[in-house]
């Protein structure tokens, strides 16, 4: 079964410092793909970044980027240099080809907080 | 500019009404997606179609229903039969149904049972 584990409860960093955020993911099929997405307060959730299972290299979108670890399982999303708009929820989720139609699988989400 | 539009961004429903959530998009994709978030949560799978005039249910479908009549456009129906309706529902296309597929979201209506 698809299932995506974010255990941290909430998140601080100072502005202008770096910051990651954990991810943990279980699936046995070997084609799939991570996502993170942000979610300010206003509530919409905004795309970050994509890795695929079969990427050689990690993912990298601008200040984003994606802490690959194929074999433990992990996604972990790394924000450098952080920006006080950068406070928000951040999901990690996952998609595979399991059960009808690889449906997009959410974690709990983590709060993160960004101290100017 | 291309996305998601969701209607209205706040609705009130009183106990027993159906109630339908509006959701269109342009970028012309063909999945769409509604997503129930309850709070301190993660989002959970309601409905999902992958072709216009097909559907198929989610994680926690059971008091809900969908219809795909047009590629653009997907609704959702909240019916007096769902026992906890009080929610924020989001809306989300993507290109295809592959793991390889990013789902972009629309902006969200919060849903409130008086």
């Known amino acids: 079964a698809q299932k995506i584990t974010q255990t941290q409860p909430g998140m601080f960093v100072q502005e202008k410092e770096a910051v990651t955020l954990d991810c943990t993911y279980d699936?046995?099929?070997?084609?799939?793909?991570l996502f993170w997405y942000k979610q300010p307060s206003s509530g919409e959730m905004i795309f970050l970044i994509y890795?695929?299972?079969?990427?050689?290299q990690n993912a990298t979108e601008g200040r984003y980027s994606l802490n690959f670890q194929k074999a433990r399982k992990s996604a972990n999303l790394v924000i450098s240099a952080s920006q006080l708009g950068d406070s928000a929820m951040y999901f990690c989720?996952?998609?595979?080809?399991?059960?009808?139609?690889?449906?997009?699988?959410f974690g709990k989400g983590i709060t993160l907080s960004v101290r100017p | 500019d291309g996305g998601i539009t969701q209607s209205p961004k706040y609705l009130f429903r009183k106990e027993g009404q159906n109630v339908t959530l509006s959701c269109e998009q342009n970028?012309?994709?063909?999945?769409m997606y509604w997503y129930r978030q309850d709070p301190g949560q993660g989002l959970r799978l309601i409905y999902y179609?992958?072709?216009?005039?097909?559907?198929q249910k989610g994680d926690i479908a059971e008091g809900y229903s969908v219809s795909r009549e047009k590629k653009e456009s997907f609704p959702l129906t909240v019916t007096s039969a769902q026992k906890n309706p009080t929610a924020f529902y989001l809306c989300?296309?993507?290109?295809?149904?592959?793991?390889?597929?990013?789902?972009?979201f629309g902006p969200g209506t919060r849903l409130t049972v008086l």
């Open positions: 890795q695929g299972s079969y990427d050689q």
């Open positions: 989300a296309s993507s290109i295809g149904g592959t793991p390889f597929n990013e789902q972009f």
């Open positions: 699936t046995s099929d070997p084609s799939y793909g």
């Open positions: 179609s992958q072709i216009v005039n097909d559907f």
């Open positions: 970028l012309n994709h063909d999945a």
């Open positions: 989720a996952m998609r595979d080809h399991t059960g009808a139609n690889s449906k997009l699988t």
